[in-house]
């Protein structure tokens, strides 16, 4: 079935350096979304990607869709700890309906 | 605000029992919902879809007759796992689409979550 991998695992930064999670998809999707989980809350809807080579920014956070429409990023620039949290990305399968999510980046800022 | 509520936050049982948890979408209707179970440091596993008026449909490897969900109405999907052991705690999430539109543009609404601990 379809496997959405992320890297790295973990990552811990000082406040102020800039991070990056990476998303591979073993299919070809024809949106990605992206979703943020605070420690002890649920994930929450961050944006969607939807054409090849799409790159959306909010803020300090950039998002890009890969040409081949199975990779994608989140970068995050000069983090804050209120960035802290772990960020997955999410890929519909089962005709669309259902959503897949990746295994996850968990970000730890500190001061 | 909230736009899917979920019942209870934090349930802690012995083995043997059964626990249900409720989901509702809130200001939307919801005719599809979707259960979640996540382990400690890891991602959301989907368990099953909930259709409401007919059967869930389950994902591979998940017991129906462990975890019952019924989808009564529009807006109430709920989930009962049935003589609980230990190895079902964990942290169960439902989340649902608006598909009216109005709210958002068909990402996943989650609730916030239910923990299981079974002793």
């Known amino acids: 079935g379809q496997q959405v991998m992320q890297i790295p695992q973990y990552q811990h930064v000082q406040e102020g350096e800039d991070f990056t999670t990476y998303c591979n998809s073993s299919?070809?999707?024809?949106?990605i979304q992206w979703y943020k989980q605070r420690p002890g809350g649920h994930p929450v809807f961050l944006i969607q990607?939807?054409?090849?080579?799409e790159v959306k920014k909010q803020k300090r956070l950039t998002f890009q869709f890969g040409e081949a429409k199975k990779n994608s990023s989140l970068h995050i620039t000069a983090t804050q700890t209120t960035d802290v949290g772990t960020y997955f990305c999410?890929?519909?399968?089962?005709?669309?309906?259902?959503?897949?999510f990746g295994t996850g980046t968990q970000l730890k800022v500190e001061l | 605000g909230a736009v899917v509520s979920q019942h209870p936050s934090r349930v802690i049982c012995k083995s043997g029992t059964s626990v249900k948890i409720e989901c509702r979408s809130l200001?939307?209707?919801?005719?599809?919902m979707f259960w979640y179970r996540q382990f400690p440091k890891k991602s959301l596993m989907l368990m099953a879809t909930?259709?409401?008026?007919?059967?869930?449909?389950?994902e591979q490897g998940v017991e129906k007759d462990k975890f019952l969900i019924n989808h009564a109405s529009l807006t109430l999907s709920t989930l009962t796992v049935t003589s609980a052991h230990p190895e079902d705690s964990s942290f169960y999430i439902c989340?649902?689409?608006?598909?009216?539109?109005?709210?958002?543009?068909?990402?996943?609404?989650f609730g916030e979550g239910s923990r299981l601990t079974v002793l």
């Open positions: 989340s649902a689409r608006d598909f009216s539109g109005i709210r958002g543009t068909g990402e996943l609404f």
């Open positions: 299919t070809t999707l024809s949106n």
């Open positions: 990607l939807v054409k090849s080579g």
């Open positions: 999410a890929g519909p399968t089962g005709g669309g309906n259902k959503l897949t």
């Open positions: 200001d939307f209707q919801a005719t599809t």
């Open positions: 909930s259709n409401e008026g007919s059967k869930a449909t389950y």
